[in-house]
């Protein structure tokens, strides 16, 4: 009987030779885990093939990766125990959420205008830098800016709060600024190419909906635009999962009162950001410097919420 052979790499799987090795390595795949978890449609359109050449490729990137197969419950204990936490700048915010941001998770930050999301983005940007016994990730972190709203001045502060270096802490965020949703979406891909070369531990949109909302009006566009969004936020999990890193992002709220609820505050994107998700937490303004974050979803931890502060050295406990 014929020995398997022994797949290592992209270009070791059936039907890829080196020109569409190459083609797929300059699109962001470079290895078997990041095939395995791509639609074939992805991959055809990266490398220039047919869609079921494509997904015969996927197919053998899963098998081989060892992806897609069931396993056991204390299997993906022990892959949790890979999951690190990382600190909001507010220890009660923190224990609201188990410990911190979790990596391999989408957490999501909703509310109005002033209601601080933009501050803890500029304040998790500064904590992913830090060592892991400050409850940082000692990583690096990668923005994705759609509305302008990147201060590095406000960097500076929160650092210097820190007892952190402004300067080194500011080399390590790598910042783009997105002018619509196709550029929001790209963005996300340039994200894997720079994480090979830098420890990519956060990436953080801010916010997440707002080029959507603009360019996908009335209900005629409803469809599209709920399919990008489920694709851009998908995209987001896999950086997630493949570099262990936290995703942050925040949302717009509508003006509209909600059908059922009557919350004139419910958050864009309907479902699909709501499912998508790993944590939801809603903030509104409180007195002066005071903000109210509650957890509305989380797949294991109970509704709640807290009083934290946003103040010139940045987020603290209210």
């Given at each position: 009987m014929?020995k398997?052979?022994k797949?290592?790499?992209?270009?070791?799987?059936p039907?890829?030779?080196?020109a569409?090795?190459?083609k797929?390595?300059?699109?962001?795949?470079t290895?078997?885990?990041?095939?395995?978890?791509?639609?074939p449609?992805?991959?055809?359109?990266?490398a220039e093939i047919?869609?079921a050449?494509?997904?015969?490729?996927?197919e053998a990137a899963?098998?081989?990766a060892?992806?897609?197969?069931f396993?056991?419950?204390d299997?993906?204990?022990e892959?949790?125990?890979h999951?690190?936490?990382l600190?909001?700048g507010s220890q009660a915010?923190d224990?609201?959420?188990g410990g911190g941001?979790?990596t391999?998770?989408i957490?999501?930050?909703?509310?109005?205008?002033?209601?601080?999301?933009?501050?803890?983005?500029?304040?998790l940007?500064?904590?992913?830098?830090m060592?892991?016994?400050r409850?940082?990730?000692?990583g690096?972190a990668i923005?994705?800016?759609?509305e302008?709203?990147?201060?590095?001045?406000?960097i500076?502060?929160?650092?210097?709060?820190?007892?952190?270096?402004p300067?080194?802490v500011?080399?390590k965020i790598?910042?783009?600024r997105?002018?619509?949703s196709?550029?929001?979406?790209?963005?996300?891909?340039?994200?894997?190419e720079?994480?090979?070369q830098n420890p990519i531990?956060?990436?953080a949109?801010?916010?997440?909906?707002?080029h959507?909302?603009v360019?996908?009006?009335?209900?005629?566009?409803l469809?599209?635009?709920?399919?990008?969004?489920?694709r851009?936020m998908?995209?987001?999990?896999?950086f997630?999962?493949?570099?262990?890193?936290?995703?942050a992002?925040?949302n717009?709220?509508?003006?509209?009162p909600?059908?059922?609820f009557?919350?004139?505050n419910q958050?864009?994107?309907?479902n699909i950001?709501?499912?998508?998700?790993?944590?939801?937490i809603?903030?509104?303004?409180?007195?002066?410097?005071?903000?109210?974050?509650?957890l509305?979803d989380?797949?294991?931890?109970?509704?709640?919420?807290v009083v934290?502060?946003i103040?010139?050295?940045?987020v603290r406990?209210?």
């Amino acid at each position: 009987m014929a020995k398997e052979k022994k797949v290592e790499s992209i270009e070791d799987l059936p039907g890829v030779g080196p020109a569409i090795a190459e083609k797929l390595r300059d699109a962001g795949f470079t290895d078997l885990i990041t095939l395995a978890v791509t639609p074939p449609a992805d991959i055809a359109v990266a490398a220039e093939i047919g869609e079921a050449q494509a997904k015969k490729i996927v197919e053998a990137a899963r098998k081989f990766a060892d992806v897609g197969n069931f396993v056991t419950g204390d299997v993906v204990l022990e892959r949790r125990q890979h999951i690190s936490k990382l600190t909001t700048g507010s220890q009660a915010l923190d224990n609201l959420l188990g410990g911190g941001l979790e990596t391999q998770a989408i957490t999501e930050l909703f509310g109005p205008f002033g209601s601080g999301k933009t501050q803890i983005i500029h304040q998790l940007l500064v904590n992913v830098t830090m060592p892991e016994e400050r409850k940082g990730l000692n990583g690096e972190a990668i923005l994705i800016d759609t509305e302008n709203t990147f201060r590095p001045e406000r960097i500076e502060q929160m650092s210097l709060a820190l007892n952190l270096d402004p300067k080194e802490v500011l080399k390590k965020i790598h910042v783009a600024r997105a002018y619509n949703s196709s550029h929001q979406m790209l963005l996300v891909e340039k994200a894997f190419e720079t994480a090979k070369q830098n420890p990519i531990r956060l990436i953080a949109v801010d916010s997440l909906t707002a080029h959507f909302r603009v360019e996908y009006t009335g209900r005629g566009a409803l469809a599209e635009r709920q399919q990008m969004l489920n694709r851009h936020m998908h995209d987001l999990l896999r950086f997630a999962d493949i570099y262990n890193a936290v995703v942050a992002v925040t949302n717009q709220v509508s003006a509209r009162p909600d059908v059922f609820f009557g919350d004139p505050n419910q958050p864009i994107g309907g479902n699909i950001v709501g499912h998508t998700a790993t944590f939801r937490i809603s903030l509104r303004r409180s007195k002066g410097d005071k903000r109210i974050a509650r957890l509305i979803d989380s797949p294991s931890l109970p509704e709640g919420e807290v009083v934290i502060v946003i103040n010139s050295e940045g987020v603290r406990d209210g």
